[in-house]
């Protein structure tokens, strides 16, 4: 029996980490990896302390903190099910069984998928949800991103410099990316912009070789070898049962990273909290771990 179990080792995982070791509370935490979303970013400029750093190279000083605690980490093991259960909560992995008193759902968000004919087929096979680790891989190929917010236009802005051609893909009718990356994007004369247009349909017998696309009842066929899903992200919260989401999926909390459910705490991107950013989930991911300790201590007991 724990006192606490730390789902995710993200910015918000990694801090809630820190605070319980600094508590001493018998703690374990359980990740997929170690990072999340942070890693993925190609330049953060609003990390304070850094005026420029790169998402791992973050990520790295931030497992040094850990590392420093002494922080067991079980790493690639994929949390099941949260629940509730006679006064303790319950967790279920790929791998096996665990009790604690407290949980932290700190499990950030996944990309969204198209949901098109070809996708699951040909994913990693040249459909990728992730430009800052994958456009290498493009290099002076043709290739297509689909999206029209910061996401897609900076996963453009990335392959302007790597990729022969790219079709920018938007379903609405106007881009909602910052204006500056847009006129970038347009003065590179690399870029080819869809708007009002959706994905029809990905082809290719082992990898990408296109892709059909239809704007009114135009449809057209576009050869490329790389498509950058890039249509933003959904909470990691569907393992968690009985506990507050909000339309989104996102875990309702109170200003303590409380739930519904005592004794389970959320944090960071999984949640309601306003602005997914860096310096929000590390504070949320404190504030969690405080909580938790003081619950134990209210608690303490009773159960
Ligand atoms: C491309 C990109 C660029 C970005 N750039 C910036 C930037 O410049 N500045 C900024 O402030 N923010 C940026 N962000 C946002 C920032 O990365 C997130 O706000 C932040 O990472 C959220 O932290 P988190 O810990 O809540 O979740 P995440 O970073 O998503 O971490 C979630 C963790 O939970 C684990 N996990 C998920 N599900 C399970 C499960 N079922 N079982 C076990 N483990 C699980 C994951 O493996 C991961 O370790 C960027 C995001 C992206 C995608």
Redesign the pocket.
């Known amino acids: 029996m724990y006192d606490l179990i730390i ?7 990694i801090t809630a980490g820190v605070y319980a070791a600094r508590k001493r509370m018998h703690f374990q935490m ?9 890693s ?8 304070l302390g850094y005026q420029f750093i790169a ?1 791992p190279e973050l990520i790295e000083k931030f497992k040094e903190h850990l590392q420093k605690f002494d922080v067991e980490v079980r790493e690639n ?4 099910l949260v629940e509730k259960s006679d006064a303790i909560v319950k967790l279920k ?1 790929d791998k096996r069984d665990y009790a604690a008193k407290t949980v932290i759902v ?5 990309p969204r998928k198209l949901g098109v004919q070809g996708e699951d087929e040909l994913k990693n096979r040249g459909i990728t949800y ?1 430009a ?1 680790c994958d456009a290498p891989l493009f290099t002076g190929m043709d290739v297509a991103v689909i999206g029209g917010g910061n ?1 897609a236009l ?1 996963a453009t802005l990335q392959l302007i410099k790597i990729a022969k051609k790219i079709y920018l893909i938007e379903a609405k009718p106007l881009l909602t990316a910052d204006r500056i990356m847009i006129e970038k994007a347009k003065e590179s004369g690399k870029v080819i912009f869809y708007s009002d247009t959706k994905v029809k349909r990905i082809y290719g017998d082992t990898l990408v070789q296109g892709m059909e696309i239809e704007k009114g009842n135009k449809v057209e066929d576009l050869s490329v070898g790389g498509i950058f899903v890039e249509i933003g ?1 959904t909470p ?1 919260s569907d ?1 968690v049962t009985g506990v507050q989401k909000n339309e989104r999926g996102e875990i309702t909390v109170n200003c303590s990273c409380e739930t519904n459910i005592p004794g389970i705490l959320a ?4 949640t309601n909290v306003f602005a ?6 590390c504070g949320e ?1 404190a504030k969690a771990s405080l909580a938790a300790f003081d619950y134990l201590n209210r608690t303490e007991g009773q159960t």
Not at 31 to 38: H, K, R
Not at 40 to 47: A, H, R, T, V
Not at 106 to 110: F, L, Y
């Open positions: 789902v995710g080792a993200g910015p918000a995982g359980i990740t997929m990896d170690i990072g999340g979303q942070a993925l970013s190609w330049d953060i400029e609003n990390y998402g093991e994929k949390v099941t992995t700190a499990s950030g968000r996944r992730c800052t996401a900076d992200s990691a393992f944090a960071g991107d999984v997914k950013q860096i310096i929000v989930a991911g």
